[in-house]
């Protein structure tokens, strides 16, 4: 009996200790919740609808123009002087322009053979064009299968050059910086640049080059990019809604209003003399493109996007290839805006007008605020406020305004519409990664200058995919679980679950939405799964 007791009274003992942990908890809660609590959720709401609004009239603004330069067809060819280029008898093909096309890469195993050959195809006078492989690969079967490449190539009449360096100093920029020091660069008036999955026809080069020769104050055509893996996979849907806004709205709009928007890195032609005028290629941050593009904007040098030209490439299809990408789109150009907004405001070359473009529009509320508000406010503050009822989140900001930003986005990919809830849950997830990208560049954190090359697949998953499989694809399980996800995924559903039991505002139908997204993406479900072979 006394053994009977003791085991009936200890269960009573660990349940009066969690009463009076519970009780202690809710104390501690009222004591802070109306001086503390209340009024930092309260000032968090404020700042994330100021931010909201912020996106809001930046999209709106976006809209209103794209939809005035589509009515009043105002083009590139309409804007500036284009003339097909044309033979002169007298001076045969010196009446063409020299030109350096770069490509840079590293172990690029899968892609090196479609943008080399891709490259020597390009039209232009033969005598007129110098193709330049920068190869950084460290591997040394990829480095030789490369310059075999090169070697075939060359051995058909193409002026095709490998170069190579000692170190990967400065990744993609010193690579690029490196080429341009060659000694037959010299004679070379402009430069295309394409990345190792970039596939251009034949003819962008009497598409671009015009606009340069007929334009002396232009220093930048882009072209668009044309994805051909965007039906690989859900992941891939996603990516290019997202990068047909940007091309779609964002390039055009900057083109045809402040002849200004950031250099995408591949699938443009720089007058070289821009470019050294500019200072040339640096390596003070991961977006050495949008570096240089801003640079060369703040010299009085104007750029032109060519929407109707578009150049085939790959989106990353595997989650990983694509966190490491955004983390560097993000970061990058939070960094960028630290070290360059006192240059931009000291600049006497450009207008007021064009200041507040680039450093408002451009910097503050497109690579800032759209990263920020979409994690803190819709996965942490919305969230919160089920937990303090006090706060309240008006509809306007909570449903109208996410409703209509995430229309305006959208319809630059009127195929994928369908996919929108999706998209929007997709990018709330990727949100996390992006806010955190954004502080490391503002702050200059650890992993401020990290540098992933993006891994293209090209057409090895179809070869293994067309192989004999393992029943049983290894994996590790660290590559799989994604810590930060599930932790997110973890809080959304427990303010679901609250909101259920206490709340009046019906948010956890959202909260729960996005909690599987998260736990979906945590669990590692989302991109395309390469078996190791």
């Given at each position: 009996?006394?053994?009977?007791?003791?085991?009936?009274?200890?269960?009573?003992?660990?349940?009066?200790?969690?009463?009076?942990?519970?009780?202690?908890?809710?104390?501690?809660?009222?004591?802070?919740?109306?001086?503390?609590?209340?009024?930092?959720?309260?000032?968090?709401?404020?700042?994330?609808?100021?931010?909201?609004?912020?996106?809001?009239?930046?999209?709106?603004?976006?809209?209103?123009?794209?939809?005035?330069?589509?009515?009043?067809?105002?083009?590139?060819?309409?804007?500036?002087?284009?003339?097909?280029?044309?033979?002169?008898?007298?001076?045969?093909?010196?009446?063409?322009?020299?030109?350096?096309?770069?490509?840079?890469?590293?172990?690029?195993?899968?892609?090196?053979?479609?943008?080399?050959?891709?490259?020597?195809?390009?039209?232009?006078?033969?005598?007129?064009?110098?193709?330049?492989?920068?190869?950084?690969?460290?591997?040394?079967?990829?480095?030789?299968?490369?310059?075999?490449?090169?070697?075939?190539?060359?051995?058909?009449?193409?002026?095709?050059?490998?170069?190579?360096?000692?170190?990967?100093?400065?990744?993609?920029?010193?690579?690029?910086?490196?080429?341009?020091?060659?000694?037959?660069?010299?004679?070379?008036?402009?430069?295309?640049?394409?990345?190792?999955?970039?596939?251009?026809?034949?003819?962008?080069?009497?598409?671009?080059?015009?606009?340069?020769?007929?334009?002396?104050?232009?220093?930048?055509?882009?072209?668009?990019?044309?994805?051909?893996?965007?039906?690989?996979?859900?992941?891939?849907?996603?990516?290019?809604?997202?990068?047909?806004?940007?091309?779609?709205?964002?390039?055009?709009?900057?083109?045809?209003?402040?002849?200004?928007?950031?250099?995408?890195?591949?699938?443009?032609?720089?007058?070289?003399?821009?470019?050294?005028?500019?200072?040339?290629?640096?390596?003070?941050?991961?977006?050495?493109?949008?570096?240089?593009?801003?640079?060369?904007?703040?010299?009085?040098?104007?750029?032109?996007?060519?929407?109707?030209?578009?150049?085939?490439?790959?989106?990353?299809?595997?989650?990983?290839?694509?966190?490491?990408?955004?983390?560097?789109?993000?970061?990058?150009?939070?960094?960028?805006?630290?070290?360059?907004?006192?240059?931009?405001?000291?600049?006497?070359?450009?207008?007021?007008?064009?200041?507040?473009?680039?450093?408002?529009?451009?910097?503050?509320?497109?690579?800032?605020?759209?990263?920020?508000?979409?994690?803190?406010?819709?996965?942490?503050?919305?969230?919160?406020?089920?937990?303090?009822?006090?706060?309240?989140?008006?509809?306007?900001?909570?449903?109208?305004?996410?409703?209509?930003?995430?229309?305006?986005?959208?319809?630059?990919?009127?195929?994928?519409?369908?996919?929108?809830?999706?998209?929007?849950?997709?990018?709330?997830?990727?949100?996390?990664?992006?806010?955190?990208?954004?502080?490391?560049?503002?702050?200059?954190?650890?992993?401020?200058?990290?540098?992933?090359?993006?891994?293209?697949l090209g057409d090895a998953l179809k070869v293994k995919a067309a192989t004999k499989?393992?029943?049983?694809?290894?994996?590790?399980?660290?590559?799989?679980?994604?810590?930060?996800?599930?932790?997110?995924?973890?809080?959304?559903?427990?303010?679901?679950?609250?909101?259920?039991?206490?709340?009046?505002?019906?948010?956890?139908?959202?909260?729960?939405?996005?909690?599987?997204?998260?736990?979906?993406?945590?669990?590692?479900?989302?991109?395309?799964?390469?078996?190791?072979?």
């Open positions: 009996m006394d053994r009977l007791s003791s085991t009936t009274l200890l269960p009573d003992a660990l349940q009066g200790t969690r009463d009076d942990i519970s009780e202690q908890l809710g104390v501690v809660w009222s004591q802070i919740k109306a001086p503390v609590i209340v009024p930092l959720m309260s000032i968090a709401v404020a700042v994330c609808l100021a931010m909201s609004l912020m996106l809001f009239f930046e999209r709106v603004y976006l809209s209103i123009v794209i939809v005035l330069v589509k009515l009043f067809g105002r083009k590139p060819d309409k804007r500036y002087k284009w003339e097909p280029m044309k033979d002169d008898v007298e001076l045969g093909s010196s009446a063409y322009p020299m030109v350096l096309v770069q490509i840079p890469m590293y172990n690029e195993k899968e892609v090196y053979q479609l943008s080399i050959g891709a490259a020597c195809g390009l039209s232009w006078p033969s005598d007129r064009i110098i193709i330049q492989v920068l190869d950084d690969s460290t591997d040394p079967t990829i480095k030789d299968l490369v310059e075999l490449e090169c070697q075939r190539w060359a051995s058909k009449g193409i002026n095709i050059k490998y170069e190579i360096r000692n170190n990967r100093n400065g990744y993609k920029a010193g690579a690029l910086k490196d080429g341009m020091k060659r000694s037959y660069v010299k004679q070379c008036d402009y430069v295309a640049i394409f990345d190792a999955d970039f596939q251009p026809e034949p003819d962008f080069l009497w598409r671009t080059v015009p606009f340069l020769v007929h334009n002396p104050e232009i220093a930048l055509v882009q072209a668009r990019w044309k994805f051909v893996n965007s039906d690989e996979c859900l992941m891939t849907r996603m990516q290019e809604m997202s990068l047909d806004y940007h091309f779609a709205v964002e390039q055009e709009v900057g083109s045809s209003t402040h002849a200004f928007f950031g250099f995408n890195g591949t699938a443009g032609v720089w007058r070289i003399a821009a470019l050294n005028e500019a200072g040339g290629w640096k390596d003070r941050t991961t977006v050495e493109d949008m570096d240089l593009a801003v640079r060369a904007s703040l010299k009085g040098w104007k750029f032109v996007y060519l929407g109707t030209l578009k150049v085939k490439n790959e989106l990353p299809s595997t989650f990983k290839a694509y966190r490491y990408q955004q983390h560097r789109w993000s970061c990058g150009p939070a960094n960028l805006f630290r070290k360059m907004v006192m240059e931009i405001v000291r600049n006497k070359k450009v207008s007021l007008w064009k200041k507040v473009h680039v450093i408002y529009s451009f910097f503050i509320v497109r690579k800032l605020v759209a990263h920020i508000v979409t994690f803190v406010f819709y996965c942490v503050v919305l969230p919160a406020t089920v937990l303090v009822p006090d706060v309240e989140v008006p509809r306007w900001g909570a449903v109208y305004i996410p409703t209509i930003i995430t229309i305006l986005n959208a319809v630059g990919t009127p195929r994928s519409l369908h996919l929108m809830v999706f998209w929007i849950l997709f990018e709330n997830v990727m949100s996390l990664h992006r806010t955190k990208a954004t502080f490391i560049g503002l702050l200059e954190g650890g992993r401020v200058n990290e540098w992933v090359v993006t891994e293209k499989a393992p029943k049983k694809p290894r994996f590790k399980i660290g590559e799989r679980l994604h810590l930060l996800e599930l932790g997110v995924g973890a809080f959304l559903f427990f303010c679901g679950c609250y909101d259920v039991a206490f709340g009046r505002n019906h948010y956890f139908i959202y909260l729960y939405v996005q909690a599987i997204a998260f736990f979906i993406v945590g669990f590692g479900y989302v991109g395309t799964f390469v078996p190791k072979s």
